[in-house]
């Protein structure tokens, strides 16, 4: 199983950055998918995550009506659009894979696979 994630890059606050992870190796459609972050010094926190048929999504509050997850089970890829990036913005970006339930969703644990990162930098 590979999970290639892709599009990270420096950005200016405010600006916006499409972010995707292209997977390989599992049955795409029938995993929830997440992603998450990890910011220099913290721990990995819960961004967002995406039920299997794409029918429900949850959001941390820091993100909401800034980022919007989405997947596309054709091409085995989720993605993660960002707007109106800020500063405290900058982490690397992991997506996930896994079959999870509610109380794991928006946890590391509720996932089985993992992507090397991709690294977002936002700068004023």
């Known amino acids: 199983v590979q999970l290639q994630a892709s599009g990270g890059g420096l950005v200016q606050v405010g600006g916006s950055l499409r972010l995707s992870c292209a997977t390989s190796g599992l049955t795409f459609s029938g995993y929830d998918m997440a992603w998450f972050r990890q910011a220099p010094g913290k721990e990995r926190e819960f961004v967002t995550a995406?039920?299997?048929?794409?029918?429900?999504?949850s959001l941390v509050d820091s993100v909401k009506g800034r980022f919007t997850i989405s997947r596309d089970n054709a091409k085995n890829t989720v993605y993660l659009q960002m707007n109106s990036l800020k500063h405290e913005d900058t982490a690397v970006y992991y997506c996930a894979a896994g079959r999870t339930i509610t109380s794991t969703r928006s946890t590391p644990w509720g996932y089985s696979y993992w992507g090397q990162g991709t690294l977002v930098t936002v700068s004023s």
């Open positions: 995406i039920r299997q048929n794409g029918g429900s999504t």
